[in-house]
Every structure is written in structure tokens, then in C-alpha cells.
Nanobody, 119 residues
Framework: QVQLVESGGGLVQPGGSLTLSCAAS????????MGWYRQAPGKERELVAINTYGGRINYADSVKGRFTISRDNAKNTVYLQMNSLKPEDTAVYYC?????????????WGQGTQVTVSS
């Protein structure tokens, strides 16, 4: 019922910046969280940042001070501005649309976009 389309990935040099966008369409429930995860080759998927309906933001320690998550509820879009990029930020980045129940979470994922940080 919900589809997420990501854009903005690419190749950037260390120290550079990149901004990712994720637009949700379909049957959108207004009370939701949207955020970003990433997965590097051979590693587990990890949380990058989550922006909840109530405005609470949670960042991974590895990106605090460098990445900024924001959302435009009118456009059902979440953004991830990435500054001071490091090679270890290289990964496939996935946006997530998350509905939360009392005991479960219901996630819809974007298709993923590759971010490569290299000289």
C-alpha cells in the first residue's frame, strides 16, 4: 500500500556532502516514523537516523554531528543530509516507513541507493 522511492545516491570524495531523498506514496497513515538504514557489504543493516511522528530524532553514534535527518510531512518525504563523509559511510542506504503497534513494528522499505565515498 505504501511505496518508497529513493534518490540522491552517488559517488563523493571523502569530506564531501550528499543529500538523499525518499518520497512515500500510496496509502499513507499520518502517524508514522520515517528514517534511514544502511548496509555495507558483509555487514549487518544498521540504523542511521529515525525521525518520528512526534519529532524525536535518533542518530547512530557514528553519524552524529555529520548527518541530519529531516522530513516534509506535506510531501511525505524524508531527507538525509550527509556532510563530512568518510569511506566507512560507503553502503547501500535504505529509507523506511514505519508504523508502530503496541508490540510490533510494520516496516516498508525503499529500493536502496548506493553511496560510495572514495577518492
Amino acid at each position: 500500500q505504501v511505496q518508497l522511492v529513493e534518490s540522491g545516491g552517488g559517488l563523493v570524495q571523502p569530506g564531501g556532502s550528499l543529500t538523499l531523498s525518499c518520497a512515500a506514496s500510496g496509502s499513507i497513515f499520518s502517524i508514522n516514523s520515517m528514517g534511514w538504514y544502511r548496509q555495507a557489504p558483509g555487514k549487518e543493516r544498521e540504523l542511521v537516523a529515525i525521525n518520528t511522528y512526534g519529532g524525536r530524532i535518533n542518530y547512530a553514534d557514528s553519524v552524529k554531528g555529520r548527518f541530519t535527518i529531516s522530513r516534509d510531512n506535506a510531501k511525505n518525504t524524508v531527507y538525509l543530509q550527509m556532510n563530512s563523509l568518510k569511506p566507512e559511510d560507503t553502503a547501500v542506504y535504505y529509507c523506511v516507513y514505519r508504523l508502530m503497534g503496541a508490540t510490533m513494528e510494520y516496516d516498508t522499505w525503499g529500493q536502496g541507493t548506493q553511496v560510495t565515498v572514495s577518492s
